[in-house]
């Protein structure tokens, strides 16, 4: 069965945001570690989290994919923002440790001006900083569009992080991982509309398909390598919509490709509840159909 959801809002809590997703017909979901401005996150309210927890073993949810704050800039230029990433991330990861197993994705940042190389070196002395080998969440950089000076375009970016924390500290490396923003990698000039294969063959050469744990499912509103990062709802844009040189076909063959088909699918489109709904009844429908041509 596939597992698949959608970014929710955390605003009425843990269990509530579980709900909500299940009422989708969804059995995973994603949201917020706190205001995504990067205010203060919620009180951690731990009978709360035990209802999602519940809820979740009950209903066979997948596991959550938390999404840092897009205010986080860990390979910021001014050390006050670094500082806030730093103790912001490191906050959040404690915090996920009442909800055990889940994935956390981030945005690897934004070089401003200092060169790739560096924000590389910066983003992995930060995960270095707030990341601990005991902990039970998966750290997931995510592939970026390019847009600007952002680090993570590029497969070898994100390998290159992987790697520098892997050097300094090893016993952290299995907690670290990526997640494919399949808007982002399309912006980013990767051909998944005409190619899957060949995109996850190089991002296999490069890091690894056992890094990859999750999935971000989004139409793009602009062509591949546009570098512009502006989600579309599925089947309306350069993805998934045939006008513009996509097809349905295109996310059949991403929910059901053997190195995708088994990971978290979390639809960060421009939707409404009900939208959200609509997507992943549709969704779920091509896996299965795709699943029983096989
Ligand atoms: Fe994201
Ligand atoms: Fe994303
Ligand atoms: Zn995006």
């Given at each position: ?142 592939t970026m569009a390019g ?6 375009g590029r497969f ?24 494919l923003d399949t808007c982002h990698v399309h912006d980013g000039g990767y051909d998944i509309v005409h190619d899957l294969d060949g995109v996850l063959d190089e991002f296999d050469r490069v ?8 999935v971000?499912l989004n139409d793009s509103k602009n062509p591949c390598g546009a570098r512009k990062d502006?989600?579309e709802?599925?089947?309306?844009g350069y993805l998934g919509n045939e006008?513009l040189g996509g097809g349905?076909d295109v996310f059949a063959r991403i929910?059901?490709h053997?190195a995708l ?34």
């Amino acid at each position: 069965m596939l597992t698949i959801g959608c970014h929710l809002s955390i605003a009425q809590g843990y269990t509530a945001l579980g709900q909500t997703a299940l009422s989708l017909g969804a059995n995973t979901c994603a949201f917020f570690t706190r205001n995504p401005r990067g205010g203060k996150a919620r009180a951690l309210d731990e009978a709360d989290m035990a209802g999602l927890a519940d809820l979740m073993a009950k209903s066979g949810f997948g596991v959550l994919v938390a999404h840092a704050p897009y205010t986080y800039n860990p390979c910021s230029a001014k050390e006050r923002a670094r500082d806030f990433a730093l103790t912001a991330m490191r906050e959040d990861l404690e915090r996920l440790e009442a909800l055990p197993g889940q994935l956390y994705n981030f945005h690897p940042g934004c070089h401003v001006g200092q060169g790739a190389q560096r924000g590389i070196e910066l983003i992995a002395d930060t995960l270095c900083q707030v990341m601990w080998p005991e902990m039970r969440t998966q750290v997931l950089l995510e592939t970026m569009a390019g847009k600007g000076t952002e680090v993570g375009g590029r497969f070898e970016e994100l390998a290159a992080v992987i790697a520098r924390v892997g050097d300094k500290r090893p016993e952290l490396a299995d907690r670290l991982g990526v997640c494919l923003d399949t808007c982002h990698v399309h912006d980013g000039g990767y051909d998944i509309v005409h190619d899957l294969d060949g995109v996850l063959d190089e991002f296999d050469r490069v890091v690894g398909l056992t890094r990859l744990r999750a999935v971000h499912l989004n139409d793009s509103k602009n062509p591949c390598g546009a570098r512009k990062d502006r989600h579309e709802v599925i089947g309306a844009g350069y993805l998934g919509n045939e006008e513009l040189g996509g097809g349905m076909d295109v996310f059949a063959r991403i929910v059901t490709h053997p190195a995708l088909r088994d990971l978290p699918f979390v639809l960060e489109t421009p939707n409404e509840l009900p939208g959200y709904a609509r997507e992943i009844a549709m969704l779920r429908e091509l896996a299965s159909r795709g699943a029983s041509s096989n």
